[in-house]
């Protein structure tokens, strides 16, 4: 789970441009994900699998959803994205602001600010209005002497986002220059935007365990060495899926539109198969549905004796 929260945090970062699909990368610039183990669909694009992604964390790569360049629908694609590649891009964003540098030689240096924002048409032009609006505000109150009343803060001089990213560069946001914010922009500051949010990326985090929860129940339900735990992976599996005793199977699989919720009731319908053949199978083969709940159960009963797992005290 931390893995995937700091992923969804650090997106906004790189800007507005980090929102739009990133189909548009070179072929050679991307990572090439056969050298660690992954099936590639094109070079640096492979579907998205709790595998794949665990293999791309522990790659210290990044990730974005690939979208159907037609219809824009989700493809249950990602590509990958390395540190380099991040920062490759933010020095290609910092270049076209470069008349915004206080030191035009360090791509890291501060932005301008007060009068020589102001006075600087170039960089006024790449400047975000609100930043030219702030900095006319307060110059026009340290002309005045400081704030009307003595218990108003003074107004904040925006300035550059003091924090450094993880790919090395500076952030390229602009921090409000209150005192409160620290130096920081929006984002670094967990803003109250975010804040408003906070439902929907809480959203976001469980939809993305609810996949991890399936990749476990499959692998219990392949590799479990207890039959009991295989049943009862298999069951919770096609209870989840909808699927009780003596209802007719419905299989039908859309494929266009897929959403995220779609893409998990299409694997939950692929498990259904599986896992109601082997439902038969192990009730053919003698194991009850009722051991399966009795292994919630740690108290260890008289006639699970023989059982080499059980515990005796
Ligand atoms: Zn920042």
Redesign the pocket.
């Known amino acids: 789970m931390t893995d995937i929260i700091e992923y969804i945090d650090e997106g906004p970062e790189d800007g507005p441009e980090n929102t739009t699909p990133i189909v548009d990368v070179p072929y050679d610039r991307r990572p090439n994900l056969e050298e660690l183990g992954i099936i590639e669909i094109e070079r640096g694009i492979c579907e998205d699998t709790f595998d794949n992604r665990a293999i791309l964390r522990r790659s210290m790569l990044k990730w974005s959803p690939v979208f159907d360049d037609q219809t824009g629908a989700a493809t249950n694609l990602i590509i990958a994205r390395s540190i380099e590649q991040d920062k490759e891009r933010a020095l290609i964003s910092i270049n076209n602001k470069r008349q915004l540098l206080s030191d035009p030689g360090n791509v890291n240096s501060d932005f301008l600010t007060g009068l020589d924002l102001l006075l600087d048409d170039d960089a006024q032009k790449i400047a975000p209005p609100w930043v030219l609006g702030a900095t006319r505000n307060w110059l026009k109150e340290q002309e005045e002497g400081g704030p009307k009343s003595a218990k108003r803060a003074p107004l904040g001089l925006p300035g550059r986002?003091r924090?450094t990213k993880t790919d090395g560069t500076r952030?390229q946001?602009w921090n409000s220059g209150r005192i409160k914010d620290d130096g920081?922009?929006r984002?670094?500051l967990g803003s109250t935007r975010r804040t408003a949010n906070n439902v929907e990326i809480a959203r976001q985090k469980i939809s993305q365990a609810s996949s991890y929860a399936v990749d476990v129940l499959e692998e219990l339900m392949e590799t479990a060495v207890s039959e009991p735990v295989k049943l009862k992976a298999a069951t919770e599996i096609l209870d989840r899926a909808g699927v009780r005793g003596g209802m007719e199977l419905n299989v039908d699989i859309k494929t266009t539109d897929r959403s995220p919720a779609e893409i998990l009731a299409e694997r939950l319908a692929r498990l259904e198969a599986v896992a109601a053949e082997r439902t038969t199978q192990l009730t053919a083969d003698g194991v009850q549905v009722t051991e399966v709940y009795a292994i919630t159960d740690v108290t260890p009963k008289p006639e699970d004796g023989l059982d080499p797992d059980a515990r005796n005290e």
């Open positions: 986002c924090l952030c946001l920081l922009c984002i670094h």
